[in-house]
């Protein structure tokens, strides 16, 4: 079992609809969780970084944490054809060390016009 | 400021070619990292500098070799490179490696786009 499970997508929504973003983690070390934005041929763009369980408001981002159910999402409000790209969770460990970033697989997110 | 460039940006070369990719931060950080990433995959972890030493090599064959001549700077020297060996090169860097937590959050640079032929 991988430390970090992400729904691989694809997914496709109209412009304007709410999308949700989810993974699972198995490792209760995990204490940071950031969401990371990947377009097409670009590097990962930090969209969201969160260390509590609850909500995390950015603009029409909103990150979510349930450590007792190991559980983190991504909403997107509103969403855009702009917001089409590859969404990449990641997270870390309380503990430090160089190998510490562990990613999910990444969910393709289409937002049609 | 949170950026991480790297050069080139696009890099074709032949199996028999000598190339250097090549990453620069200016934020400080004391932790810079070489992802290789294929397409619809995850980055996968190559190599970990921290504080100038190299940390962490994830048996990464040979024909790779990474430099870290400064704190701002990080390079990966490129020699007789096989086609599967073509993907999207990433640099980040985290303020440091070893304290864990916030200081650990990486910030990536645009990649280099590398065709082996």
């Known amino acids: 079992q991988k430390e970090v499970e992400q729904d691989p997508g694809p997914l496709s929504v109209p412009e304007g609809a709410i999308v949700s973003l989810n993974c699972t983690y198995s490792?209760?070390?995990?204490?940071?969780f950031m969401w990371y934005r990947q377009y097409s041929r670009k590097g990962p763009e930090l969209l969201m970084y969160t260390y509590s369980s609850g909500n995390k408001e950015d603009g029409r981002f909103t990150a979510q944490v349930d450590k007792s159910s190991k559980y983190i999402s991504l909403f997107i409000r509103d969403s855009q054809p702009s917001d089409s790209a590859t969404y990449l969770c990641?997270?870390?460990?309380?503990?430090?060390?160089?190998?510490?970033?562990?990613f999910g697989t990444g969910t393709r997110l289409t937002v049609i016009p | 400021d949170t950026e991480v460039t790297q050069t080139p940006k696009h890099l074709v070369m032949g199996m028999t070619n000598k190339k250097s990719l090549k990453c620069e931060q200016h934020?400080?950080?004391?932790?810079m990292y070489w992802y290789k990433q294929k397409a619809k995959k995850p980055p996968e972890l190559m190599f970990v500098?921290?504080?100038?030493?190299?940390?962490i090599n994830e048996s990464v064959p040979s024909r790779f070799s990474p430099e870290c001549p400064n704190s701002s700077l990080l390079n990966l020297h490129l020699h007789a490179l096989q086609p599967e060996d073509s993907a999207l090169y990433l640099c980040?860097?985290?303020?440091?490696?070893?304290?864990?937590?916030?200081?650990?959050?990486?910030?990536f640079g645009p990649g280099t786009r590398l065709t082996v032929l």
């Open positions: 934020m400080g950080h004391r932790a």
């Open positions: 980040a860097s985290s303020q440091d490696s070893i304290s864990g937590g916030a200081s650990d959050t990486q910030y």
């Open positions: 490792n209760s070390a995990f204490q940071y």
């Open positions: 500098y921290s504080y100038e030493k190299l940390s």
């Open positions: 990641a997270m870390i460990r309380g503990t430090g060390g160089a190998n510490n970033l562990f």
